[in-house]
């Protein structure tokens, strides 16, 4: 861990109590891992600790924290536990972002209360056939009456059959006409309830194995218009105004990657000094020497973007789409190298389930897929730094052409 990196005395002392109750999340992360059962002991004291919520302004009973702050938190219990470090994320940012800057008075107590009490929300945008092209969802929300009736199935739903406050993304009909992507609030309170929210399957995966993924299926699930979240600007810009709330969690995806690595990368230094091969520390031959090295400046790099992108969040507290596709493709691809490196130095040792090495090199893997792959914020960032849209279906060029033609553009290019 770096210094104070510019941060505040209230900042620090933040992070000084994370590191401390996230001690305790390290000592129950293998076990979390190898039953998979969702941590929920732990939840409750990160909830009593203040940490889930910590980004909910006062007025709606939280501390009013900024994205920053979160980030303190997340890296910590990251470093520990990342599944706890996901469930910091979700419970600070991403759905519950989104209802705090565009929700209704309603909403927002409603969304406060159920995070400051621990509950991770879910954000249902995924499904079977729309995954980084996730406009193209199939989901529909129809007004019936004074009614939404849902209907569709999602995948890799994070959190699915834990979480309570389920944010979903759906194409919304009126009079039979598609009028764009709108966000739902459904709230599950146990199994079975509601009816029309079932949770399908659990999906296995390769590592984060406390933290459920799983399929969604809505039949006819009801929804009243006042759980509607209405974003500016209509439902034309309903995905974009959702997403631009995403970028939150992007950003907390992102530090999740970076606290792996920082925690892998620590262990990996211990083991450096403390194992001896040919009578001396292993630590002594300049081949470890160096890739200890090389983690240590790609930590403090992803470090210095996570904490850059979580600076940049405006009023409404989301990041810069930028900053925050910056930090996530570095952080998640960072810690890929530096869990895979950390469990080099410790040898055998590290490829056993006995160690947490193997643990954190399978944690790490998801990051550069989930919540936006490298591939597709790469193209993101480079739509950012060229200032263009680069569509990305066959016909998507000819319709920028078309717009472009109109605006008077094509003939100064
Ligand atoms: C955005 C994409 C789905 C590409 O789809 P399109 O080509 O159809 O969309 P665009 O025209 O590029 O954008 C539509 C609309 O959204 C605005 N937009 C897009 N990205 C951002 C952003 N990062 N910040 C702010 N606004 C954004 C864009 O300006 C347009 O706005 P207007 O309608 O013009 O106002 C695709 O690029 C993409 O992002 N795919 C990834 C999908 C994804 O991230 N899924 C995450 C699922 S949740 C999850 O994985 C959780 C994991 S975890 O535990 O954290
Ligand atoms: C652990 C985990 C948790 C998740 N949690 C959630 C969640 O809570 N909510 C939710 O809604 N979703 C969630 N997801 C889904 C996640 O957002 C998607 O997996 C992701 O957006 C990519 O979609 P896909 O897996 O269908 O890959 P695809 O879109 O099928 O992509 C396959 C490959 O093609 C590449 N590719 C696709 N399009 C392009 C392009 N235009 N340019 C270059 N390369 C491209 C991709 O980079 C990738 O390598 C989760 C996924 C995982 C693994």
Redesign the pocket.
Known sequence: MSGTDGLTRDQLALRARARELAQEAAAQAAETDRSGQYPWPMVKKMAEAGFTGLTIPREWGGPGGSVLDAVLVVEEFSKACAVCGRIAV?ANMGAVGAVMAYGTEAQKKLAAGLVLAGDKP???????E?????TEMATTAERRGDRWVINGR???????GVSRLHLI?ARVMEDGAFKGIGGFLVVRDGEGRPEGLVVSRR?P?L??CG?P?AELEFRELEVADDMVLRAPGGWQRGFGRLIDAYNGQRVGAATVALGLAAGAYEHAVGRANDRRQFGRPIAEFQGLGWMLADMSIEVEAARALVHRAARSAGPAGFPDRLAAAQAKVFASEMAIRVTNTALQVWGAAGYSRDNPMERYLRDAR?F?????????L??QVAEQILGRKLP?TRDGFLRVIAEEGAAGKLAAD
């Open positions: 979700e879910a954000i249902c945008i995924t499904e079977p729309a995954g980084s092209a996730a999602k995948t890799w739903i994070t959190g699915g993304f999906i995966s590592g984060l933290m993924e998801m550069a897929i989930a919540g936006g792959t490298a591939q597709v790469r193209n990305q």
